[in-house]
């Protein structure tokens, strides 16, 4: 299994950022797959999932402003991050979640990609 993330950056407060993971080593199309980030000196926060049927789920920290989305062609699980805060500033990961569980529950993850949120 890789999950290899990338999209991330250091963007203004109010700004956007795309992040994806490229998915492989594992049926992708009937998996459900989670982003969870880690800010520094905080533990790991789970932030969106979405499963096999399209069913999307988000934290409250991030709810009307990251949408997840899914292209079982390409094998990728994309985050949209729009109106980002400077307390959005953390390291990303996409996860794969384990089979028939919460999308707070992973069996493998990804190396994650940095996004600071700064002026």
């Known amino acids: 299994v890789q999950l290899v993330e990338s999209g991330g950056g250091l963007v203004q407060p109010g700004g956007s950022l795309r992040l994806s993971c490229a998915a492989s080593?594992?049926?992708?199309?009937?998996?459900?797959m989670s982003w969870a980030r880690q800010a520094p000196g905080k533990g790991l926060e789970w932030v969106s999932g979405?499963?096999?049927?399209?069913?999307?789920y988000y934290a409250d920290s991030i709810r009307g402003r990251f949408t997840i989305s899914r292209d079982n062609a390409k094998n990728t699980v994309y985050l949209q991050m729009n109106s980002l805060k400077p307390e959005d500033t953390a390291r990303y990961f996409c996860?794969?979640?384990?089979?028939?569980?919460?999308?707070?529950?992973?069996?493998?993850w990804g190396q994650g990609t940095q996004v600071t949120v700064s002026s």
């Open positions: 996860a794969r979640v384990v089979p028939g569980s919460l999308p707070d529950k992973y069996d493998y």
């Open positions: 979405i499963y096999s049927d399209g069913s999307t």
């Open positions: 080593g594992f049926t992708f199309r009937s998996s459900a």
